[in-house]
């Protein structure tokens, strides 16, 4: 069975900020790790994944992740935020050892305050 | 272009009636799903098909009922509708399902509003 947490149901950071936004999962295989991003009104766009390989994963908008095999996280984040990251951020898992449909985290609202 | 449209955008309807949301898909993709989100925001798989064949059906109502006449389309049609069928009904593709390390793109959403 596979699962992913979001633990936070919003993040506030100021501009300019580093911002990180938290994903815990768990899987029986391998993870195959995704990030998403739900603008207002907007369907989900994708900015990363985690397949295999380097740990630091680099996306759009500047975003990148970090895949810690050892405290089975995913988190997401940024060097200095915007304004207009503001958004839903979902964070979703498929389990290598044989689930085909990847499995969305409740999401976390990030705002970024000017 | 947009390489996952869905329409209506938003739909407003009275509980009882029959209504239909369409979704189409310009990136070859080979699977396609349906995604319901709640007004806590929460993503829901509803339905995935893969070359028109049904492949995921998850414990959603009888009165909601998916077609795909081909790969590019999958529609879906919902019947009786009730209070609590209001939601943000997303359309999604990605390359074929069995590829695991797939992403998936989104529609903008139709917000359903019943009555």
């Known amino acids: 069975a596979q699962s992913v947490a979001q633990p936070e149901d919003q993040v506030n950071v100021a501009e300019g900020n580093p911002l990180t936004v938290k994903c815990t999962y768990s899987?029986?295989?391998?993870?195959?790790l995704f990030w998403y991003v739900q603008y207002p009104n907007r369907g989900l766009q994708f900015l990363l994944k985690y397949i295999t390989g380097d740990n630091l994963v680099k996306g759009s908008y500047g975003f990148e992740a970090e895949f810690n095999k050892s405290q089975t996280s995913f988190h997401l984040k940024k060097p200095s935020a915007l304004v207009s990251d503001s958004a839903l951020y979902f964070c979703a898992v498929r389990d290598g050892g044989g689930s085909y449909i990847p499995t969305f985290g409740r999401g976390t609202s990030l705002i970024v305050h000017p | 272009d947009t390489a996952v449209s869905q329409t209506p955008k938003y739909l407003v309807t009275q509980m009882g009636n029959d209504k239909s949301i369409k979704c189409e898909q310009n990136l070859g993709h080979d699977t396609m799903y349906w995604y319901k989100q709640d007004s806590k925001k929460f993503l829901k798989i509803m339905f995935s098909y893969n070359n028109k064949e049904l492949i995921i059906n998850e414990t959603v109502p009888n009165r909601f009922s998916p077609k795909s006449p081909d790969k590019a389309h999958l529609n879906l049609h919902i019947n009786s509708l009730e209070l609590g069928d209001s939601a943000v009904y997303f359309c999604a593709s990605s390359q074929d399902y069995r590829y695991q390390n797939t992403e998936a793109f989104f529609g903008q959403g139709t917000r359903l509003t019943v009555v």
């Open positions: 899987v029986s295989g391998n993870p195959y």
